[in-house]
């Protein structure tokens, strides 16, 4: 297993931060009632940018989404890790990034950084679908797994569901490496669309709340991109 004691905290923050998540599936089209999924220059425009959240920096870090190898040695877990590398799962490549950080006053270092994911599933269905199979994944691989994430070996110490955690459409959840890095995650779906959200602080050592602001003013954007 990869040891990575003597990497700088930014090398660590670089490796997590190709985080995200999608549902994949054949080309068939959607299910009558069904909302199609959207393309790749409608998540552009659906996706949130400068100026969307007060308070708040956000970069565009798409193409830090090329890597579709992203897997774990449970295919039981693979869900898990679907929802942490966005191009893994991401329908037909339809994914966009963004970084987000806010900085606090008086201080030129961001307390926490969050990454915006925002993909297209294969459909409305399968959008639902990816958040069932991500609950199902946590309960049998709570306990950990290990998995090949962007060509590097990791251990995953254990994965658990929040308990702030509001169901439905969305998972509110924890990872937490071998390592000692710790990632929490919100994913909502919306329609043929799926929203995920990470959190960490400045050295990813403890566990950082995802701004609901941010994740309301996603689903906000998304609910208008889907009208």
């Not at 599936?25 to 969307?52: C, I, M, N, Y």
């Not at 270092?109 to 915006?116: F, M, N, T």
């Amino acid at each position: 297993m990869r040891s990575i004691g003597k990497k700088t905290t930014a090398t660590v923050a670089s490796t997590l931060a190709l985080l995200g998540t999608a549902a994949c599936g054949s080309d068939k089209g959607p299910a009558e009632g069904e909302r199609e999924p959207l393309g790749k220059a409608e998540l552009f425009s659906a996706v949130l940018t400068q100026g969307d959240v007060p308070g708040y920096t956000i970069s565009d870090e798409s193409d830090r989404n090329s890597d579709r190898s992203s897997r774990a040695s449970n295919k039981s877990c693979q869900p898990i890790v679907a929802a942490m590398i966005p191009a893994t799962a991401a329908f037909k490549g339809r994914v966009v990034l963004r970084s987000i950080v806010q900085t606090p006053k008086g201080s030129e270092r961001p307390v926490a950084s969050y990454q915006l994911v925002l993909s297209s599933a294969e459909s409305e269905s399968a959008a639902r679908q990816a958040v069932q199979d991500l609950r199902s994944a946590i309960s049998a691989c709570g306990s950990g797994f290990n998995a090949t994430l962007s060509g590097e070996e990791y251990k995953i110490r254990r994965a658990v569901v929040n308990k702030s955690d509001a169901g439905g459409n969305r998972v509110d959840f924890s990872v937490e490496y071998q390592m000692g890095a710790k990632i929490r995650y919100v994913m909502v779906q919306n329609g043929a669309s799926l929203t995920r959200l990470s959190a960490s602080n400045q050295f990813a050592n403890k566990f950082v709340a995802v701004p609901s602001k941010i994740i309301e003013a996603q689903q906000q954007k998304l609910d208008e991109a889907n009208t």
